[in-house]
């Protein structure tokens, strides 16, 4: 059975500089502590004991738009929903909610919602229940 579901986010920004100062203190507290950053990309990876791990990248583009896709991340746990939280109000976050209870997403499912500089909608979230298929 699979362990990994996705490999890597590849994000568009409109200002690099501005982008790396909120994801460079967001995504080491979500787990991509290795910073591999080149002159056209920043990319955190999740740090692993020798096997490749998922990363996140992103990279400048003048003339992007954000939409309505979401990315969201994993919490164990309701406290690190709330942890992230006041760290993105801390570092600028944009359009914040919660961290709140969504039950009609899912029974047990604790969120907080925001938005990067660029307006690219992100997500902490906990599942306590599993879904299950009907």
């Known amino acids: 059975m699979k362990t990994r579901r996705f490999d890597h986010i590849d994000l568009r920004v409109r200002d690099r500089a501005v982008a790396q100062k909120f994801y460079g203190k967001i995504l080491p507290a979500l787990g991509f502590a290795q910073e591999k950053s080149d002159d056209e990309w920043s990319t955190f990876y999740a740090v692993g004991d020798g ?74 979230c906990c599942r306590e229940n599993p879904i299950v298929a009907e």
């Open 51 to 124: 096997v490749p791990m998922d990363f996140f990248g992103f990279t400048e583009d003048r003339n992007h738009q954000p939409n309505g896709t979401r990315i969201s991340f994993w919490a164990e746990t309701r406290d690190e929903v709330d942890r992230i939280a006041k760290l993105v109000r801390e570092i600028g976050g944009k359009n914040l909610e919660g961290p709140e209870l969504c039950s009609e997403y899912s029974l047990g499912y604790y969120a907080f919602f925001f938005e990067d500089p660029d307006g690219n909608k992100l997500e902490i």
